[in-house]
């Protein structure tokens, strides 16, 4: 754990009072309903807002008492929701805006201009005026701009919440090609479950104010207590990897921790790794192994915990294997098959996995 | 004719341009930024003058420069008995004067922008002061036009503030104004035209070339 967060104080009309650590490598998702206090807690790690607390990166204290760095000393990157790119610089000057200033006052280079536009397809807009760029292209140099000030911190906050659908999805594999490729941690501030489970390795769930989980992402996807458990689009992502080909049906075999998925199209020779995202209602569970069915994926495995959501439905969490060691996965289920199967925790079920989601290429 | 008021107004409007733009500029930002609560106080003394008859400020300003004043007092310490009826107190007047034609376009320019840009620069590492003069003053440079043009036509026409502060000394403080005043007490019209005519034009080319300027800034020229 190398960051280290903790802010309390009074914003607006409610109170905040945020604690959490997060690993000083990949992306750190602060996730939760508009007005949590999210952005407000991003803010205030990069002193561009002041409440009470102490904030730490690798043991480097930048706020304690009345130790307060200011945010241009703060090595830090910061992309805005609106990409808040100066309309009076060109793409270039933009990009190299904070560069001129730690690297040509000799801060050690580690992300170069060639590499920024590589990643973020940048070439053809260098010489442009960011005024005549569309929203995404905005949001990509406002990224890149961010990276080349060699931050040993990025802080993005939500910088897909003001695009549009297409935007949205052109931007995403830029981000998901910088996850696998940076090396500093990152603080990503999002409501949007989807991206969340697409980029982010852990997970701060906040709730006016509070910290309601910290933790592992997966390991708080599987969580049936947490509030993101009851939202109709709950469920986990796993890491997997492929295991092997079936090129006659134009399936491939993922190797997930437990077990093995078939899943359609060709995901990449053997090896490659994948995100498969798995939802509750994608899952449902028998006490045999199903015969005479159209689901091709039963995995065998053991209910961990239930907890009932309302009248209708039950969570389940199973984990793979018939020891119930590997992976964890949510299962929604009919209150009413849950009791007419007689099942409870520490049962061996098949999970029977009806869809998956492939949501990225980590490295 | 005589060309020394015409050279002794651009001369005085000029100067007073440059102090304008060198107070004026923090005086705006100061505006645009504090969240001191007496600061419309400030922006309100900074705007009187559009409300004043010139007369008064002259008045206030005499009474300021004389002999018993604290201008008198300054003006001892080089020997001189008064800061009135010179050109270095036309040069206060004249900045007091034309203050909020300056101060005002370039704090509107300044506000316009928000707080997001400056935020931006500070997360890329630029110290205030830096981001001040890379940031700030480049998006605002439409007001800083507008103010530089205003306050420089302003002074050009003030007319009742120096009569008040500045009399009619040629190579002193006589400048255009006072000078068309003088030949149509005396009676001569020609040259009455011929500097009222050159005013006319003056200004109406002033006040052209400045829109055209603001449009193509406007239009994003880098």
Not at chain 1, 152 to 168: G, I, Q, V, Y
Not at chain 1, 288 to 298: F, K, V
Not at chain 2, 14 to 25: P, S
């Amino acid at each position: 754990m190398s960051l280290s967060v903790h802010f309390h104080g009074t914003l607006g009309r409610f109170e905040l009072d945020v604690a959490f650590e997060a690993p000083g490598r990949g992306i750190t998702a602060l996730f939760g309903p508009s007005g949590c206090g999210k952005t407000s807690v991003l803010r205030c790690a990069a002193g561009l807002q002041r409440l009470n607390g102490r904030f730490a990166l690798d043991g480097d204290v930048w706020q304690e008492g009345r130790t307060f760095r200011p945010t241009h000393k703060r090595p830090i990157g910061y992309v805005f929701q609106e990409a808040s790119l100066f309309p009076h610089l060109s793409v270039r000057t933009n990009l190299l805006f904070g560069h001129r200033r730690t690297v040509g006052r000799g801060v050690p280079e580690h992300i170069r201009l060639d590499d920024v536009v590589d990643l973020l397809g940048l070439g053809h807009l260098l010489d442009r005026s960011p005024e005549h760029l569309s929203g995404g292209e905005r949001q990509r140099v406002g990224v890149g701009r961010a990276l080349l000030s060699q931050p040993r911190l990025l802080l993005m906050d939500e910088p897909l919440a003001a695009l549009d659908r297409f935007s949205k999805e052109e931007i995403l594999p830029y981000l998901e090609r910088l996850h696998g490729v940076l090396s500093v941690p990152v603080l990503y501030v999002s409501h949007d479950i989807a991206e969340v489970e697409r980029l982010a390795d852990h997970l701060v769930l906040l709730r006016q104010g509070r910290v309601v989980a910290a933790g592992p992402m997966q390991e708080l996807q599987a969580d049936p207590t947490l509030p993101i458990a009851r939202m109709p689009e709950a469920g986990v992502t796993l890491p997997a990897v492929v295991a092997g080909r079936e090129d006659a049906y134009g399936l491939t075999l993922l190797r997930l921790d437990g077990g093995q998925l078939l899943v359609p199209g060709d995901l990449g020779p053997q090896g490659t790794a994948r995100r498969a995202r798995i939802a509750a209602s994608d899952v449902s569970l028998a006490r045999n192994p199903p015969e005479g069915s159209t689901i091709l994926n039963a995995l065998p495995a053991r209910i961990v915990a239930a907890e009932r959501q309302d009248e209708v439905q039950m969570m389940a969490v199973v984990a793979l294997g018939e020891e119930g060691r590997g992976a964890r996965m949510l299962a929604r289920v009919t209150r009413k098959s849950w009791d007419a199967l007689g099942l409870s925790p520490g049962q061996p079920v098949y999970a029977q996995v009806k869809g998956v989601a492939l949501v990225q290429e980590t490295m | 004719m005589s060309w020394q008021p015409i050279i002794l107004t651009l001369e005085l409007a000029a100067l007073t341009t440059v102090i304008l733009l060198i107070v004026g500029t923090p005086l705006a930002w100061w505006l645009a930024r504090s969240g001191a609560w007496w600061k419309e106080a400030v922006a309100t003394v900074v705007a009187l003058p559009l409300v004043l008859p010139p007369t008064v400020l002259g008045f206030y300003l005499l009474m300021l420069l004389g002999p018993n004043g604290p201008g008198g007092w300054l003006a001892s310490l080089w020997g001189a008995r008064s800061m009135a009826f010179t050109f270095e107190g036309l040069v206060i007047g004249s900045v007091l004067y034309s203050m909020p034609f300056v101060v005002q376009p370039i704090r509107n320019a300044f506000e316009a922008f928000g707080d997001r840009p400056l935020e931006a620069a500070a997360t890329l590492r630029a110290s205030p002061l830096d981001t001040f003069f890379t940031v700030a003053v480049p998006l605002a440079r439409r007001g800083f036009l507008t103010g530089a043009v205003l306050g420089f036509a302003h002074t050009m026409g003030e007319f009742g503030v120096v009569l008040m502060i500045g009399g009619n000394i040629p190579g002193q403080t006589k400048v255009l104004s006072v000078a068309i005043y003088d030949y149509v007490e005396t009676l001569q019209w020609d040259e009455a035209h011929l500097l009222a005519g050159g005013m006319l034009v003056f200004s109406f080319t002033v006040i052209l070339t400045m829109m055209m300027l603001e449009k193509r800034i406007g239009r994003g020229g880098r």
